[in-house]
């Protein structure tokens, strides 16, 4: 079983908004190898299941993303995108939910991210694959050739949202707390 994050609460004991934007309970169907899949997903973000898929969708990361009912929070701007992309495809939205979970679930790239994350230093080939970036462009950053820092840059990549750096004595990339 997966344990999702705390989320914050008002005095009064309400979940705290999480956007501008008013969400409504949504539900969809997906077995449970997929909600649970779904659930460590999100977790390795430190997110609830519907703030991974509605990150996912608003950032049209289509590629990171089947039959128990279960709710989901999702805002009516995320389900319009999630309808619009289902539609393209002549499939149901719940079809189009179930798809993106299990090629997800099934993709090399997934596979490879995970395996990695755990790790807090690694050389610029496997850090490429964590950050979806080429070795060139973090080089680049390493080098200071950008503007931001690779700090700050990787900062922004990273799925866990942590930051990188270099030492030049192990020649490798090291997490930043």
Do not use: H
């Not at 898929?53 to 989901?72: A, D, F, K, P």
């Not at 309808?83 to 993709?107: P, Q, V």
């Not at 997934?110 to 950050?131: P, Y």
């Not at 690779?150 to 004595?169: H, I």
């Amino acid at each position: 079983m997966v344990v999702m994050p705390d989320q914050g609460r008002s005095n009064q004991g309400k979940f705290l908004p999480k956007s501008n934007e008013n969400r409504k309970v949504r539900s969809i169907r997906l077995t449970d190898s997929a909600w649970d899949k779904l659930g460590e997903m999100a977790l390795s973000k430190n997110l609830t299941r519907a703030d991974f898929l509605e990150e996912v969708l608003v950032s049209e990361n289509l590629s990171v993303i089947s039959s128990q009912l279960t709710e989901l929070n999702l805002s009516d701007f995320i389900l319009s995108e999630i309808d619009k992309a289902a539609s393209l495809r002549c499939i149901t939205r719940n079809e189009f939910i179930e798809t993106l979970i299990e090629e997800s679930i099934s993709s090399d790239i997934f596979k490879q991210r995970i395996k990695l994350a755990g790790q807090t230093q690694m050389n610029i080939t496997n850090l490429s694959k964590v950050l979806g970036a080429d070795r060139k462009t973090i080089k680049s950053y390493k080098d200071g050739n950008r503007s931001e820092s690779l700090v700050e840059w990787s900062r922004s990549k990273s799925p866990d949202g942590k930051a990188w750096d270099y030492d030049p004595g192990s020649k490798l990339y090291f997490q930043v707390d």
